[in-house]
């Protein structure tokens, strides 16, 4: 049980590390990530409407999320860089909550998992709808940002189990 408690990122003398993936096998890999972000009906129609002052909330945020996931290792010390092959970000409006679910899907091929440039895209594009929209509604909360699913590598399949 200690040995799966182990974290890898940090060596014998307790100082932080980047971990050598060099003798990992390539593997397919796929992370999903999903958050949401709450707000007013009122900021919620105007986003859905596309009547905000700075444009396109939902599509703007989508792009930042994919440049975000992206650049993941410029904004994570420990994170490997590695050929993203695909990035789909889902902004989604649900009035019943007043809130946009924000669901990201990382692919590529490599030694490391795509976890950390899901959980990126996701908290950019709802920092990106949070920017866009601020003037008209500060009191918007980002939450439940979370790995909702990964596949591929040696610790195989991940889905997060449902707590309703």
């Given at each position: 049980?200690?040995?799966?408690?182990?974290?890898?990122?940090?060596?014998?003398?307790?100082e932080?590390?980047?971990?050598?993936?060099?003798?990992?096998?390539?593997?397919?890999?796929?992370?999903?990530?999903?958050?949401?972000?709450?707000?007013?009906?009122?900021?919620?129609?105007?986003?859905?409407?596309?009547?905000?002052?700075?444009?396109?909330?939902?599509?703007?945020?989508?792009?930042?999320?994919?440049?975000?996931?992206?650049?993941?290792?410029?904004?994570?010390?420990?994170?490997?860089?590695?050929?993203?092959?695909?990035?789909?970000?889902?902004?989604?409006?649900?009035?019943?909550?007043?809130?946009?679910?924000?669901?990201?899907?990382?692919?590529?091929?490599?030694?490391?998992?795509?976890?950390?440039?899901?959980?990126?895209?996701?908290?950019?594009?709802g920092?990106?709808?949070?920017d866009?929209?601020?003037?008209?509604?500060?009191?918007?909360?980002?939450?439940?940002?979370?790995?909702?699913?990964?596949?591929?590598?040696?610790?195989?399949?991940?889905?997060?189990?449902?707590?309703?």
């Amino acid at each position: 049980m200690a040995d799966e408690m182990k974290l890898t990122h940090i060596n014998e003398s307790g100082e932080a590390r980047m971990v050598d993936v060099g003798n990992k096998d390539d593997t397919r890999r796929v992370a999903i990530a999903e958050g949401h972000i709450t707000m007013t009906p009122e900021t919620l129609k105007l986003i859905m409407d596309n009547r905000a002052a700075k444009g396109d909330v939902l599509g703007v945020a989508r792009i930042a999320g994919i440049m975000a996931a992206k650049k993941t290792p410029d904004f994570i010390p420990l994170c490997h860089t590695i050929p993203v092959h695909s990035v789909e970000v889902n902004l989604v409006p649900d009035e019943k909550t007043s809130s946009v679910l924000i669901n990201a899907t990382v692919v590529t091929t490599g030694k490391t998992g795509v976890e950390m440039e899901a959980l990126t895209a996701v908290s950019v594009a709802g920092l990106t709808v949070y920017d866009m929209v601020k003037a008209v509604d500060r009191a918007m909360v980002i939450s439940n940002i979370t790995l909702v699913e990964k596949k591929g590598g040696k610790s195989g399949h991940y889905v997060k189990q449902k707590t309703d």
